[in-house]
Structures are given as structure tokens and as C-alpha cells.
């Protein structure tokens, strides 16, 4: 059983698209989270949502929409996309936002736009 | 506010060498410490995790990093490394009440056969 997973693994598109990217988890968890991984592998946290409420948002273009249905779910759209969205983007989750609980990452999702 | 500073981006080691990955942190309160490993093409995996309590933590795969409180250090170590453990290794830090997680940048473990 995938307990975060993503969809889709690879997505190729042009600048100035409009992408979204999926992710579910089966763990029972009440917050999620996006982030993105650069070429260098620096990992920078995006959004967190905690029982579909947005709890972390960092300086994140305003082109980058989470929406959170349900507690499982969290997915990401971005609009406009430019050349410097490329990258690998990871959800992961966690049992709770302020407690010492480690998070559990997907397998990332590599975004390249051309 | 909080971050986490590695300073060696790669280490290279001969396989069945002992390895010392670095990791500085810094908090305003009391932290919660995490190392974790990603293999090429993959999520972040957790290794361990240091909440409270004793300051030298072991975890899977033979790896074990000691709290060091006056030094601001979480130094991650293993007495001999294997071929398999070839990865990026992420320390990240929670403070107590605080949200967010902070990583690192990284260090890239390359084992040598």
C-alpha cells in the first residue's frame, strides 16, 4: 500500500500553461503539505493545510493555488507556468501541525517546463 | 526563528569506512531534530529523530546522530558504510510550538566500493 502518493511522476509542458498536480495519503493524517526541491535539492516548504485549513503559506506566486477537499487530499495548480517552476515538487504529511511527528513524503512529482 | 546549516554538500567514504554527516541548527526555543535520507529518484525517507530524552538517537540502517544542546549540533554518524547508502542526507528541525520544518541543504553521501 502507497501511503503518500502522487500523480502525475513526470509532467513535461510549455510556458504559460495551466497544470495541476495530485496527491493523496492513506496514513490517517490530519495535515499535508507541498514543497518544492530545486536542481540543487534544496527543499523549500510551499503550503501546509491541517484539516483542509491553510496553516503555512510562504512566498509562493500567487500563479500556485493548494486546494485541500478533504483531509486526504491535497492538490496543487499552478497557472502561467514560467521556466523557473521547474523542479520537483513532494507532498508529504504528518499526524498533527505542531507536534514532533515526522512527515511522510511522496515520491515527488518532477515538473519541467519548456 | 529557526534553521539548519550542513556544511559539506558531499562526502565522499570507501565503503566499510565510518561516515560523520554535520548538522548546526539554530531555534530561539527548544527543537526537534530530524535526519532524512533520499534515494536518487525518490521521496525524503525518515532515518531519526530526536524528541527528548536521551541525546544519542539510533535509527534504521545502522545510523545514529547525537544531540549536542551546547554545541547546536545533530551530527549524523555510522560505523561502516555500505554501497546501499549511497544518498542525500536532509537534517531538519521543528521548533517546540513552531509549524513549519526546516531543512537543510543536503549532503550528498557517496560511497566508494
Known amino acids: 500500500d502507497t501511503a503518500v502518493s502522487q500523480t502525475p511522476k513526470y509532467l513535461v509542458t510549455q510556458m504559460g500553461n495551466d497544470k495541476s498536480i495530485k496527491c493523496e495519503q492513506n496514513l490517517g493524517h490530519d495535515t499535508m503539505y507541498w514543497y518544492k526541491q530545486d536542481s540543487k535539492k534544496f527543499l523549500k516548504i510551499m503550503f501546509s493545510y491541517n484539516n483542509k485549513e491553510l496553516i503555512i503559506n510562504e512566498t509562493v506566486p500567487n500563479r500556485f493555488s493548494p486546494k485541500s477537499p478533504d483531509k486526504a487530499h491535497l492538490n496543487l495548480h499552478i497557472n502561467s507556468l514560467e521556466l523557473g517552476d521547474s523542479a520537483v515538487y513532494f507532498c508529504a504529511s504528518s499526524r498533527a501541525e505542531t507536534a514532533s511527528y515526522e512527515q511522510y513524503f511522496g515520491p515527488g512529482t518532477r515538473l519541467t517546463v519548456t | 526563528a529557526q534553521s539548519v546549516t550542513q556544511l559539506d554538500s558531499q562526502v565522499p567514504v570507501f565503503e566499510e569506512a565510518p561516515v560523520e554527516l554535520r548538522c548546526n541548527y539554530s531555534s530561539s526555543v527548544s527543537v526537534y531534530l530530524f535526519w532524512y535520507v533520499q534515494y536518487p529518484n525518490q521521496g525524503l525517507q525518515l532515518l531519526l529523530k530526536?524528541?527528548?530524552?536521551?541525546?544519542l538517537v539510533k535509527g534504521i540502517n545502522g545510523f545514529e546522530a547525537e544531540f549536542n544542546k551546547s554545541q547546536t549540533s545533530f551530527h549524523l554518524r555510522k560505523p561502516s558504510v555500505h554501497i546501499s547508502d549511497t544518498a542525500e542526507y536532509f537534517c531538519?528541525?521543528?521548533?517546540?510550538?513552531?509549524?513549519?520544518?526546516?531543512f537543510g541543504t543536503g549532503t550528498k553521501l557517496q560511497v566508494i566500493p
Open positions: 530526536y524528541l527528548s530524552g536521551s541525546t
Open positions: 531538519a528541525v521543528r521548533g517546540r510550538g513552531y509549524q513549519k520544518v526546516t
